[in-house]
């Protein structure tokens, strides 16, 4: 996790191996955990397997890549401006309260709206400071 891009990145280059899968998950597929279960959110645009994983009962958002309270990376070699369009459309529908993303800290729903406005007014931008 990083708080700041690091000195020298590049995200044309950035690259970290692939795990083997164990299972493949897809848009609409519920994991049940027993006392909580998760909807699969199939979220391309900063990668094209990304997905969120929703919880309704709570409203807590697992986002991963596609959004957070930093400088959103729209630029690395997988990354599609027109996925990242539509699934950050359908992220905004949700009644999030909560987000805990790929990177920095967790964030309510209030700042979950804004991020997205940010995104959609093309303020967010790759740095280290964003104008709020």
């Known amino acids: 996790m990083f708080n700041c891009l690091p000195e020298g ?9 692939p795990a083997p899968a164990t299972a493949l998950l897809k848009d609409g597929d519920v994991l049940d955990l027993g006392d909580r279960a998760f ?9 094209p397997g990304g997905i969120a994983l929703w919880e309704k009962k709570t409203g807590i958002l697992l986002s991963g890549d596609i959004v957070y309270d930093g ?3 729209l630029d690395a070699y997988h990354s599609d401006i027109r996925d990242y369009d539509a699934s950050m459309e359908r992220l905004d529908r949700l009644p999030v309260n909560v987000v ?3 990177h920095f800290p967790s964030f309510g729903r209030e700042r ?7 995104y959609r007014e093309g303020r967010r931008k790759a740095g280290c400071h964003l104008a709020s």
Do not use: C, M, R
Not at 39 to 44: E, R
Not at 112 to 118: N, R, S
């Open 9 to 17: 990145w590049n995200s044309a280059t950035y690259n970290i191996p």
């Open 39 to 47: 909807d699969v959110i199939h979220t391309p645009g900063h990668s």
């Open 71 to 73: 400088p959103l990376i």
């Open 100 to 102: 805990h993303g790929g």
């Open 112 to 118: 979950f709206k804004a991020v997205i406005q940010e």
